[in-house]
């Protein structure tokens, strides 16, 4: 049984990367979860997850050249793909093979957390929205953020992909978030998952790279994220029909 979530956003720095590791922890406390870094072009979770020195990637099994099992390490209580950083991994790497990694994947996991690019520019960068059953819209406390996240809202539907929450980072003002929060409540799908606080601790976690669960799962960073993830009810579909769907997924040209 599995469900797919993308973690997106509109623009970048939101706070994909921690929140998809931080998430994946949380909800690796009662399922089996498995992220991948689905941001093949600016990779990044290998520096937060302490795994910067592995030989195979994501790039590696999507340019054809390793099955996906060598490219999952277990680490931090999750299964995590990390992906390559060089710019000619990035030229080798096949977009729709993804396709056949998550199909592969979901057959042995309960829960796939796919980390996603910021732009919606191109095939790469859809793919993760496509291919998820959900996703989480990691926003900043922002009008400008609002509104590019709504963008995301409306390509994912656009796909069939329903909004399973947004959530709400670096906040820095607890009375300006509750104006912003109800206005996010009429305009997007899901409910709001958590208000995470901007933290130097979030800072220290990267720097140290160890997810924020892992480096200090009792600062209030990291509880809003197990309040998100408590509040993320998991629908799991049935494997096999999930992993034939992602098979046949129809990717959009870039345009
Ligand atoms: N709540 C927070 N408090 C302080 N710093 C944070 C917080 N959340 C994220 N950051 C920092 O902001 C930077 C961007 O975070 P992250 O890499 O998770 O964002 P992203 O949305 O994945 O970015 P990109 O679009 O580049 O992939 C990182 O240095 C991270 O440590
Ligand atoms: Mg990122």
């Not at 490219?71 to 390559?84: E, K, N, S």
């Not at 998820?132 to 406390?141: G, S």
């Not at 609002?146 to 959530?167: N, P």
Request: aromatic share 6%; net charge negative.
């Amino acid at each position: 049984m599995v469900e797919v979530f993308a973690v997106a956003s509109g623009k970048g720095g939101t706070g994909k990367t921690t929140s998809t590791l931080a998430l994946g922890m949380a909800l690796a406390a009662e399922y089996d979860v498995t992220v991948i870094d689905a941001d093949t072009g600016m990779a990044n979770i290998l520096f937060h997850a302490g795994l910067s020195d592995v030989e195979t990637t994501l790039h590696e099994v999507l340019a054809g050249n390793a099955p996906v099992e060598e490219a999952v390490y277990r680490r931090f209580g999750m299964d995590v793909v990390p992906c390559g950083t060089s710019l000619g991994g990035f030229r080798e790497a096949e977009p729709g093979r993804l396709r056949d990694v998550v199909a592969t994947l979901a057959e042995r996991t309960d829960v796939i957390l796919l980390d996603s690019p910021a732009t919606l520019g191109s095939r790469s960068a859809v793919l993760p929205i496509v291919l998820a059953d959900r996703i989480v819209v990691v926003l900043q406390p922002t009008i400008p953020s609002l509104s590019d996240g709504l963008k995301v809202q409306e390509y994912a539907t656009t796909y069939g992909t329903d909004v399973a929450g947004i959530l709400f980072n670096r906040v820095t003002d607890d009375e300006a978030i509750d104006r912003i929060a109800t206005k996010a409540q009429r305009y997007f799908e899901g409910e709001t998952l958590a208000v995470v606080p901007e933290s130097e601790t979030v800072r220290a976690a990267r720097r140290a790279s160890e997810p924020l669960l892992a480096h200090a799962p009792d600062s209030p960073p990291a509880e809003s994220y197990w309040e998100a993830a408590s509040a993320l009810t998991v629908r799991p579909g049935e494997s096999a029909a999930v992993a034939d769907r992602f098979r046949s997924a129809v990717i959009p040209d870039d345009s």
